[in-house]
């Protein structure tokens, strides 16, 4: 009866205080799913499985699922799929960030509680991926990342859809008057028309890059369409990537290094990528154990240049990209400023990986690096008095000549401050001015929603304003674009300089000098604090994972991540 290979159904046995037992108990109730003998001997691949009706993207993940498990089987072991928490972006309330992290906690147990010798990843809108890698990390079972892809474009007369950086476009010409509400409806009904991701490269098509770039999913797969017949060829082979990883023994550990996080962010740079995807990162390279600073991303910024012209910073869509050469088009581009050595999944090196064949690569959407799009980095951190751990601009799709301007605060001390004055006709506000949302970060009551793409004020949207310096401790979407200064830490909800701010104050910003900040002096600053209250929630008030949350997310700067969730040091 005993059977001391610690694979497959064996591992992790529940413990009734005899072993023997366990597994002939466990042996019976598998055999009741129809399984032979054969099978269940065999090694096991668990797949992480996150399709939900609140989930758009992952409505064809019941078909992804099956070329896994065609993958897994091929390859001599066992598929089991298991379900997790699953993330859909504009479904969830107060804001998707909120829930990631749970969602993280449920995949590192059921990875580490449930019999599995390696685990098939399966996420795709956006906070999905970053919680399975962040669960995937602190688990450190072999693990493969296989994503959504993207959608396919829609069209809307002579023009191309795709969420949801036109939905934003459309949305403030509809604010401008330029459209009528017939028209905002025919594009509403438009913009998203296939399963998968959003068409642009936002925060999902970022990650997708990200997890690729540092090994964590097959070459090539990252940009394939969600419709794409290569996208089930992609699930098939993560499926036997998985089984290879079992006899290889190459586990997240390995493959998230400090090396791999820089490659990491030098794509992320290149892509002019989502800002969301800097909270994201550091969240999973600190499950490693690996700091971000902010100061790194500025020092890699400064010799990594933008390449690829897709929406929200350029022209094209993410269906373009695939075609274009995708992320091994990036990667060659780069090569001189990668860690080559990198492992990935596949067991080869970064390095190995861009030695193959590829073929040639469309220059209107991947630029080289000779003629970049950019000479410097998508993305910049600004530091100051009024942001002492940081901000991000994502200076990529902002208006360079609002780069280097002072200008006058008017202040929303709410989300709901914002919503009532807005668009109030008689709002002091002027083109000039630097809008400022305060009290939406990670501990406010809103847990740091998307809404630092804060409306241009109607009055001056009307008369053809599209864009302003606006400031927050929010987060912006992916697919946003505008000149807009975000999760500045510490939060206005942790008593940070962002709280102090009033409207008629003077703000200094310079992307030159990578600074923001409040020009009142310190006598005015501490004559605030004294009556300064926090919109922090008690939470003496609150239960369940609201009160984890509450008591244990880290500021921005930090990746949002629970406290407890750092890897344990020992001595």
Known sequence: MSDKKDHGLAKGLTNYGDRDFSLYLRRSFASSMGYSKEFLSKKIVGIAYTPSGFNNCHRHFPEMLEAVKRGVLAAGALPVEFPTISLGEVFLNPTSLKFRNLMSMDTEEMIRAQPMDAVVLMGGCDKTVPA??????????PAVQIVAGPMMTSRHGEGRLGACTDCRRY?????????????????????????????????????????????????????????????????????????????????????????????????????????????????????AGINIPLSWLNELSETTPVLVNLKPVGSHYMEDFFYAGGLGAVLRELKPLLNLDCITVTGDTLGERLEGPFEAVDRNVIASAQAPLEPKGGLVALFGSLAPRGAILKRSAADSSLFEKEGRAVVFNSLEDLATRIDDPDLDVSADDFLVLQNAGPTSPSGMPEAGYLPIPRKLSSQGVKDMVRISDARMSGTAFGTIVL???????????????????????????????????????????????????????????????????????????FEFMKPVKIG
């Open 132 to 141: 399975q890698l962040m669960g995937a990390v602190s688990a450190d079972l």
């Open 487 to 561: 999760h500045v830490a510490p939060e206005a909800a942790q008593a940070g300089p962002l709280a102090l701010v009033r409207t008629g104050d003077r703000i200094r910003l310079s992307v030159e000098q990578k600074s923001i900040d409040l020009l009142v002096d310190e006598e005015e600053l501490d004559r605030r604090r004294e009556t300064y209250t926090s919109s922090a929630r008690d939470v003496a008030g609150l239960r369940g994972y609201d009160k984890l949350y509450a008591e244990q997310v880290l500021q921005a700067d930090e990746g949002c991540d």
């Open 171 to 287: 949305w403030g010409k509809y604010r401008a008057g330029e459209i009528d509400t017939e028209e905002i409806n025919k594009v509403e009904m438009r913009l998203a028309t296939t399963a998968g991701t959003c068409a642009v490269m936002g925060t999902a098509s970022t990650m997708a890059c990200i997890a690729e770039a540092m090994g964590m999913s097959l070459p090539g797969t990252a940009a394939i369409p969600a419709v794409h017949a290569d996208r089930l060829r992609a699930a098939e082979a993560s499926g036997a990537a998985a089984v290879q990883l079992i006899e290889s023994s190459i586990r997240p550990s390995h493959v998230i290094t400090r090396e791999s996080v820089e490659n990491a962010l030098r794509v992320l740079l290149a892509l002019g990528g989502s800002t969301n995807a800097i909270v994201h990162l550091t969240a999973i390279a600190g499950r």
